[in-house]
């Protein structure tokens, strides 16, 4: 099975800031990874598709790159309403897709 | 605009089978290339994939769970089901159904989600 590590686990950041948290596959998963948003008691939110695509509706300053097995999520300019948790999410291990273990973003 | 609801007991008895059901509005289950899911998330815990079901009924299980689930559709109700068998504590979590879209390059990606129902293991 192929396994997503995220790092940090949380990261503690202000308004304005600019945050990055990194997804690694432990085999190369090509471009086929995703990233998700999570609040509290809400389902997860796709963000980004296919490692740097942007799902429609969601805002520019969030944006995806990698490849392989090193993927990162950035955020250009924290919002208050970006405070919550990210996954990503391997999309191609035929049968079986597997999440990273979340990072959690939170108020400084 | 699909939208998904899960239903079920929220609470199940150590042993016994935990059974949920997801019904799907705004379109039918039946159309387009798409893959229904089921995913778990313990209370402060991170998304286990339990299984997905396609339209021709067609299943794949997580290894870790496959001799415990079974994932079923009814294309009449518009919904798709899951069993989950001998449950233990280890159990509890908010599951989930979704939807999974393919891309051409087959990747899947859940765009549509339930909301999600706590299911607590406990005599």
């Known amino acids: 099975d192929i396994q997503m590590t995220q790092s940090p686990s949380s990261v503690s950041a202000s308004v304005g800031d600019r945050v990055t948290i990194t997804c690694r596959a432990s085999?190369?998963?090509?471009?086929?990874l995703a990233w998700y948003q999570q609040k509290p008691g809400k389902a997860p939110k796709l963000l980004i598709y296919?490692?740097?695509s942007l799902q429609s509706g969601v805002p520019s300053r969030f944006s995806g790159s990698g490849s392989g097995t090193d993927f990162t999520l950035t955020i250009s300019s924290l919002q208050p309403e970006d405070f919550a948790t990210y996954y990503c999410q391997q999309a191609n291990s035929f049968p079986l897709l597997t999440f990273g273990g979340g990072t959690k973003v939170e108020i400084k | 605009q699909v939208q998904l609801q899960e239903s079920g007991p929220g609470l199940v008895k150590p042993s016994q089978t935990l059974s949920l059901t997801c019904t799907v509005s705004?379109?039918?289950?039946?159309?387009?290339?798409?893959?229904w899911s089921w995913i778990r998330q313990p209370a402060g815990k991170g998304l286990e994939w339990i299984g997905r079901?396609?339209?021709?009924?067609?299943?794949n299980y997580n290894p870790s769970l496959k001799s415990r689930v079974t994932i079923s559709v009814d294309t009449s109700k518009n919904q798709f089901s899951l069993k989950l068998s001998s449950v233990t504590a280890a159990d509890t979590a908010v599951y989930y159904c979704a939807r999974g879209d393919r891309d051409p390059t087959l990747a899947e990606y859940f765009q549509h989600w339930g909301q999600g129902t706590l299911v607590t293991v406990s005599s």
């Open positions: 079901i396609y339209t021709s009924g067609s299943t």
């Open positions: 705004g379109g039918s289950i039946s159309s387009g290339s798409y893959y």
């Open positions: 085999q190369g998963i090509s471009s086929w």
């Open positions: 296919a490692a740097s």
